[in-house]
């Protein structure tokens, strides 16, 4: 019985993918999903950065057929224990960098990040095949590959440890050169910038269409839900998990970045010109970036923890030269 009515249901998502169902086929389908309430199917989640993770996710969602478009408020992914995790890698981070816990004006963080990842190998050898990767052009053309640039960027940030790959992204700067350096960590020439904006609802759409990219952005709208009364600013008073559901959606079509080298403000390349009635909507998408106090309150690595801290995102400015 489960077998049959997951391979319906795996019918009705191939077909739904293509053009919408008709009323008859879609009963069908939704009563196949019926027949799995109480499946175990149903109550599994996936990793983050398995070779079977996206194999995993397919499941996921097709066990959701009916709302799996619309499901962003619950994650694919299993929850981690972060407590622990940050609390020993603040401890390894902090024998890997020296210099004073105090940012000043004339430091650079972020390039003392850079130093630290090229001297651990695999940092160093992830960083340098996606830089390759994002910055190659096409041959006969005069840009990159960015599905090879995003899968790059995400092979990086899901196999590095994070007191690499987060001290590079999240840097503390207080100069516009430290900014700089920071901005450009994921080459935004090829992993995020376009000729011109889209709107935001257009690139959600094309998210929600992708398993990979909708598990992220649902993992992101999980983990990051804010919350005026939480103390820190998450609703499920967890930061450590926002940060990483945050760096999650880099190779993704949904990729934020820094919007300049003189703030640590985030968002996506997207705009909600044009939006008319839906104006309410693409402003939740781009606020839950500009606007968000559990993303914006967090920091991986505090100063006391290590030499090297790191930046909260959004709505933080940051001195220009």
């Not at 199917?41 to 079977?52: D, I």
């Not at 999650?248 to 996506?268: A, D, K, R, W």
Request: glycine letters at 4%.
């Amino acid at each position: 019985m489960c077998n049959s009515s997951y391979r319906v249901l795996e019918y009705c998502a191939a077909e739904e993918a293509v053009s919408p169902l008709g009323p008859e086929a879609r009963k069908e389908c939704v009563t196949a999903e019926a027949a799995l309430a109480q499946s175990p199917l149903l109550r599994c989640k996936c990793h983050r950065g398995n070779r079977r993770e996206e194999h995993c996710l397919t499941v996921y969602w097709t066990v959701r057929f009916s709302n799996s478009y619309y499901e962003l408020e619950s994650s694919p992914y299993e929850d981690l224990e972060t407590d622990q995790m940050w609390a020993i890698q603040n401890s390894r981070l902090a024998a890997i960098v020296s210099g004073s816990s105090i940012v000043t004006e004339w430091d650079n963080p972020c390039l003392e990040a850079a130093q630290a990842c090229g001297l651990y190998e695999k940092c160093g050898n992830l960083r340098s095949e996606y830089v390759l990767a994002c910055t190659k052009r096409v041959s006969g053309t005069d840009t990159c590959n960015r599905q090879k640039c995003h899968k790059a960027l995400r092979r990086f940030l899901d196999r590095v440890p994070e007191e690499y790959s987060f001290a590079v992204l999240f840097c503390q700067c207080s100069n516009a050169l430290c900014g700089e350096r920071r901005r450009m960590a994921i080459v935004p020439s090829c992993s995020f910038e376009e000729k011109e904006k889209p709107n935001c609802l257009y690139l959600q759409q094309i998210c929600l269409k992708d398993e990979l990219c909708k598990s992220r952005l649902a993992d992101f709208h999980s983990k990051c839900q804010p919350s005026p009364i939480s103390t820190t600013g998450c609703l499920r008073e967890n930061g450590a998990a926002c940060l990483k559901s945050y760096s999650g959606l880099i190779g993704t079509i949904m990729t934020p970045n820094y919007q300049s080298n003189s703030s640590s403000e985030v968002s996506q390349w997207c705009s909600c010109e044009g939006s008319g009635n839906k104006q309410q909507e693409c402003d939740k998408i781009l606020t839950m970036f500009t606007q968000n106090i559990c993303l914006g309150e967090q920091r991986i690595i505090t100063a006391t923890a290590s030499p090297m801290s790191v930046a909260p995102i959004s709505n933080l400015s940051s001195k220009p030269e």
